[in-house]
């Protein structure tokens, strides 16, 4: 039962995505009083429309995502609609190579990564064709339902006596004596003995006047998915420039392909538009398998997501103000959510990530980064004639 | 001043020029459609006239874009005839091309998009066009959507099998397709609707057994009522359907209960017709990002428009029973409401309100987790409607998401409006309240083959990731800082699988 979200808590976080359920629920497990606030609805935002993969080598949180995913379920009491694995194959000889290359980083990192042939690629995809030119078979990862992981999330922080503010939008950090007391909501005030923000794009905005500089920026992403195809032995397959996997049901959802920079203010994004680009992910999609070719693409959808400049996390508990810890996961979110949670309240309670060290995703880096950087890398909104007259120069 | 980059992985730039623009491109050539295309083309203006009937057999079988309920004939199957049959059914059409228009039959427009939020890289105003072997785009300068009106489904025990169909399928399958395959009907709804559709069938020598009505008295027009009854069809108010009964081929009868005596008969038909409620197709509208609203004197949730013609986005504007349908009562959604009230209470909670993930009101009500995950955790089995209300307001998308009703490949043209209903009646709030579960291109469930842009530019070609193609994105981390950052970006790069 949710209690009353009237009133404030020891920890408030803003933000029920992923991170900030996660980060929430790990809180609670350890005793502490929560509460989540949300703009809208829990999971709405990327949290919500992504592509469900959870098998981040690149992250020193990645041992911890391997750790957890397969006690979820059974930690958080509800189904996320984990599947264990991946196969990523190619279509092309150019991405067998690159593909082989991901596997070695892989197995440096002491996992195991089998090779496979075409024949063994087309036992674990069936809807694979003769196309195909190889694979690789991660015995690690795997991918999750993410409507499903968000509410099983904030399901299992009702269940410890964490509440959930939804419709909540915070609007201003309050601070006093080089302290945050608080957050301001069109709904009144709510004190706090410590605040983490995990507000997605609109983070930036949100902790700027308490003088916290996270530059993001914010970007459209999209998706597809498919009427549903017989099951194949793995949900994770992917590959051919796409994201993605078949879902328990059988659908398949995919994404990837170029993203679209766009100003997001501190109220959110207001459109989430999928586009004609879904033309090119059906196309992609049934060149990875022929054999679902004819099924019917019946959604679309977009996320819109945040990166910082170096595409990387920042998952930090800042010197000043003492009380306040941020997190964005740089459009990488997902499948790192159930060790991004476990840091976070590390960092609340501990002071410090008790499992991993996270030292180079701290937000210190971005101190001298010039006010005009996306300006400067392109990544702000840039029209159909403003992208040609740049391609012709 | 600052040199303002440019991102070579954004999609700005990547997609083509339509392959055709017009001036003026209108989608559905019903009445009105074709009307705006004459006037259009009179006035000199180059003119798109597309309607996608005759639809793919495969698409009427899952009842898009109307709720054809599998009675119909073999000859939906044989597209080149039926497109000859649905272009002689419409007199107009030839008046359309003697103006100037271009008309293109059977094809579906599966998206649009004018710009705003997000979509500043389009190269225009665009409409994606689909017809059964390949997509394509085409700009325009002015879009009229003149979609028309489809049917409101409604369950009861057997209303998933062939035969229970909606009124404008109806119409359509007779008068456009020529391949009704129903003798006998029994007509759900006493409204202007159902006894428009009673009178249209007896002009078409089909027998019309009865109309059946929840409510006590009818609620048509007395002209209608008055010709309906002359015509020897009885109005059995005060009723429910309960069940149809069914064989091999669909529909043999319809039980009916009367709601006050309790005493159930059997109407011996084949076919029936939910003639209760239409709602403006208001799927396209949606994707382009048009303002909707619940306004129920125009049969739902509808555009906003100040005069019946206008959007809220310049390039485009109605035209027909999109922009509201004329004959509903002021108290339309109230009336589907009362419906569903009676239904809930006189059908048992196994019945299934989405037939393509099947979902029964029960498990709607319990928001339960669909089959295929098993039998649910203890949390899950205590998790219910009343609970997640307890978080906010009824969301029909976010009980979509949990329970899956409304995520197959019907695109929820079978459920949408029960499952707001449902949800009203369960929370004791006006189905006028609950918000309209959002659309999303393509709004016609077309294949993967089909959709595919096989001929992409080279731009997006060349430069699509799996993901941002951020190379720092994918550094692993103890990498990172270190001489081999440098090292691995240069051999793996972008391209990074998540």
Known sequence: ????????ASVIVVGGGV????????????????????????????SGRNGGGASHYQSPLFHEEQRLWPLMDELLGYSTEYRRERVIFATTDHHVDHYRQMARMCRDLGYRVDDLDPWQVRDFAPLAGDTVTGGIHLRFGGQANPQRTVQAYAWALQDLGGRIGQHTRATRIVTAGGKVTGVETPRGAFACDHLVIAAGPQSEALLAPVGVRLPLAAARAEMIVTEPAPLMPVGGVDGNGLYGRQTLRGNLAYGGGPHEWMAVDAAGPSARPSTPLLRNLARRVAELLPGAAHLRVIRSWAGVVENTPDGRPVIDRLADPANLTVATMSSVGFGLSPATGHAIADLVLEGRCTFADIDKLSIARFKDIPADWREQKGWVATTHGEAIAAMGR | MTQRGFDPKAVAGKHPAPEQSVEVLVIGAGPAGTGAAIAAAKGGATVLLVDENPVDAGLIGLDTPLYWGGRYTGAVQTKARMVEQVFAANPRLEEAFEAGAEISLGVYCWGAWVGGEGLASLPGPVAGLADDERAWMVGFERLVVATGARDVAFAFQGWDQPGV???????????????????????????DLALETALFALGRRLEVAALIEVEDASRGSQALIGEVAAAGVPILTGHAPVLALGGLDGVEGLGVRALESGAQRVIACDTVVQAIAVTPVVELLDVLGARLAMQPTLGGHAPVSPDGTATSLAQVSLAGDVAGVASVPRDAVAYQQAWMRVLIATSDAGVILCQCEAVTREALLAVRQPAYLGEPSAGMAARDLGRLLEDGPANPDQIKRLTRAGMGPCQGRRCREQVALTLACATNESAERVPLAGYRAPVRPLPLKVLAAWDEAAEMSGQWDVWFGIPGQWTPYADIGTEREALHQGVLGGDMHL
């Open chain 1, 19 to 46: 991170t900030g359920l996660s980060a929430a629920w790990w809180l609670a497990r350890a005793g502490v009083d929560v509460l989540v606030l949300d703009k809208r609805v829990i999971g709405w935002e990327a």
């Open chain 2, 165 to 191: 169909m909606g009124a404008r399928a109806l119409c359509a399958l007779v008068q456009t397709y020529d391949a009704f395959a129903g003798r006998r009907l029994a007509i759900l709804g006493s409204g």
């Open chain 1, 1 to 8: 039962m949710s209690g009353p979200t009237t009133s404030g």
